[in-house]
C-alpha cells in the first residue's frame, strides 16, 4: 500500500527545480499534493493529475513571504482537502542568486533571501500547524543545506538563512512535539536540478569539486532526495523529531 495514502500535502515551491520531484514522489505515494509556488505549477498538477486522477493534486499561487498569501494559501488547501497532514517547506531564493563576495551583497537581496527562506518557512508553519494540532499529528520538513554545515563561501545570505533553518527546526521540534507533530529538516548536498541546470556559470564552478568531496564520487540529482524525504513524510518516522538529514552522497561529515 501506498505510503502517504490518505495524506495531504503542500509543497512550497513545488512547481520546479526540486521541489518538482518532491511534489511527484508524494503523489507516488498515495498522497494528496498541493503545489504552492510563485511560479506556475499548471504543468506539474497536470503530470499528476494524469498519473493519480484530478483529486491527488491542486497549484496554487502563494508567496511564502507573504503572510496575507500564506493564508489564502492555506485556507484554499483545507476548503477543498480538508486536511493538512505534510508540509515541505522547500521554497527558497537560491538557483537565482549570484555568489558574490560577503561584502558585495546589498541590503534589499539579502534580506529578501531571509525573508523568502527563513521567515517564508515560519510564516508556513504558523497557519499550517493549526490543522495539525487539531488532527494531533503532522510532518513537517524544513529543506535546508549542506552549505550550512560546510559554511561555503560566496553565498553568504543563502547560507545564513539555511543555517537558521537548522535551528528553527530543532526549536520548533520542541514547541509541536506535545501536539505529535514531527519538525525535521532534510539538507540536499549540491544536486544538478533543471533550476540549477539553466546557470551554467553557477553549475561549472561547483559540479567538480563537489563530486571529489564526496564518499560517492558522482552527481547528485533530485530523484537522490525523494526517499528521504518520503521517509520523513511517512508513520515509518514517527519517533524521529528534531532532527537534521543530509542527503549528499557523504560530503558533509557530521
Ligand atoms: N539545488 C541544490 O543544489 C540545493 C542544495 C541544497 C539545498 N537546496 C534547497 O532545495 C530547495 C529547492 O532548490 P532548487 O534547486 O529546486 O532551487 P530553485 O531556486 O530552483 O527552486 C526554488 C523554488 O521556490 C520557488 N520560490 C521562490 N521564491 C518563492 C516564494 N517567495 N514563494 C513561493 N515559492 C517561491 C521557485 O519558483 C522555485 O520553484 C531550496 O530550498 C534550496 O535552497 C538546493
Same mark, same amino acid.
Given at each position: 500500500?501506498? =505510503? /502517504?495514502?490518505? %495524506? #495531504?500535502? *503542500?509543497?512550497?515551491?513545488?512547481? %520546479? ?15 494528496? !499534493? @498541493? ?13 499528476i ?19 496575507a498569501? #500564506?493564508?489564502?494559501? @492555506? ?6 482537502f ?5 508540509? !515541505? ?8 542568486l ?9 541590503? $534589499?537581496?539579502f ?19 493549526p ?9 513537517? *520538513?524544513? &529543506? ?7 559554511? &561555503?563561501p ?6 545564513s538563512? %539555511? ?8 526549536? /520548533?521540534?520542541?514547541? /509541536? ?6 519538525? +525535521? ?5 549540491? &544536486? ?11 553549475? $561549472? ?5 563537489? =563530486? ?7 552527481d ?8 528521504? /524525504? #518520503?521517509?520523513l ?18 560530503? @558533509? +561529515?557530521?
Amino acid at each position: 500500500m501506498a =505510503r /502517504l495514502s490518505g %495524506k #495531504v500535502a *503542500i509543497v512550497t515551491g513545488g512547481a %520546479k527545480g526540486i521541489g518538482r520531484h518532491y511534489s511527484l514522489a508524494l503523489a507516488a505515494e498515495g498522497a494528496r !499534493v @498541493v503545489v504552492a509556488d510563485i511560479a506556475d505549477g499548471a504543468a506539474v498538477a497536470a503530470e499528476i493529475a494524469g498519473k493519480h486522477g484530478a483529486d491527488a493534486v491542486a497549484c496554487w499561487e502563494c508567496d511564502v513571504s507573504d503572510e496575507a498569501s #500564506v493564508k489564502k494559501l @492555506v485556507a484554499q488547501t483545507v476548503e477543498r482537502f480538508g486536511r493538512i497532514d505534510v508540509l !515541505v517547506n522547500n521554497a527558497a531564493l537560491y538557483a537565482t542568486l549570484t555568489p558574490r563576495n560577503y561584502d558585495e551583497w546589498d541590503v $534589499e537581496t539579502f534580506d529578501r533571501v531571509l525573508a523568502i527562506n527563513i521567515r517564508g518557512p515560519w510564516l508556513m508553519v504558523k497557519h499550517v500547524a493549526p490543522h495539525m494540532i487539531a488532527n494531533k499529528s503532522g510532518k513537517i *520538513i524544513n &529543506i535546508a543545506s549542506g552549505a550550512a554545515y560546510k559554511g &561555503i563561501p560566496r553565498m553568504l545570505p543563502y547560507v545564513s538563512s %539555511k543555517g537558521a533553518m537548522l535551528a528553527f527546526t530543532r526549536s /520548533l521540534s520542541r514547541e /509541536l512535539g506535545a501536539h505529535g507533530i514531527a519538525v +525535521n529538516s532534510l539538507s540536499p548536498g549540491y &544536486i544538478l536540478s533543471d533550476t540549477g541546470l539553466a546557470n551554467t556559470k553557477h553549475v $561549472e564552478e561547483e559540479r567538480v569539486a563537489v =563530486r571529489n568531496s564526496r564518499a560517492f564520487k558522482r552527481d547528485g540529482y533530485p530523484e537522490d532526495l525523494t526517499g528521504a /524525504l #518520503v521517509f520523513l513524510a511517512s508513520d515509518e518516522s514517527n519517533f524521529v523529531t528534531g532532527q537534521s538529514l543530509v542527503v549528499d552522497g557523504g560530503s @558533509v +561529515n557530521n
